[in-house]
């Protein structure tokens, strides 16, 4: 089992920046074979990929809506995945999600929630006009 806990999630203005982060902890796993991403969901809206960084020589894959702007990085030392989120806009209110995959392989950065088997609680963002 892996537990993911997010942090830093907040009120900004647009064109404002936040640096989530996600820390992850079990009894007995690997978090440098982890495929890890982020996710968000807005009011009614189905959960979207973000961001995803694969387990081996961290190959990363954006979402079109967020490339150039946000920013997806792992520290295997510390077992966390960060999400940097530079130039925010109203759209990307939303509550975002840390997963992990621990079926992909050493290359992969999945981009479809059902790839991801361990999910954290979620971290609400909210960007103002």
């Known amino acids: 089992q892996v537990q993911l806990v997010e942090s830093g999630g907040g009120l900004v203005q647009a064109g404002g920046s936040l640096r989530l982060s996600c820390a992850a902890s079990?009894?007995?796993?690997?978090?440098?074979?982890?495929?890890m991403g982020w996710f968000r969901q807005a009011p009614g809206q189905e959960r979207d990929f973000v961001a995803a960084?694969?387990?081996?020589?961290?190959?990363?894959l954006h979402a079109d809506s967020v490339k150039g702007r946000f920013t997806i990085s792992r520290d295997n030392a510390k077992n966390t995945v960060t999400l940097q989120m530079d130039n925010l806009k109203p759209e990307d209110t939303a509550v975002y999600y840390c997963?992990?995959?621990?079926?992909?392989?050493?290359?992969?950065?999945?981009?479809?929630?059902?790839?991801?088997?361990?999910w954290g609680q979620g971290t609400q963002v909210t960007v103002s006009s």
């Open positions: 960084i694969s387990w081996s020589d961290d190959n990363t």
């Open positions: 079990g009894r007995t796993f690997s978090f440098n074979k982890l495929a």
């Open positions: 997963a992990a995959d621990n079926t992909a392989g050493p290359w992969k950065t999945p981009h479809h929630r059902d790839l991801y088997e361990f």
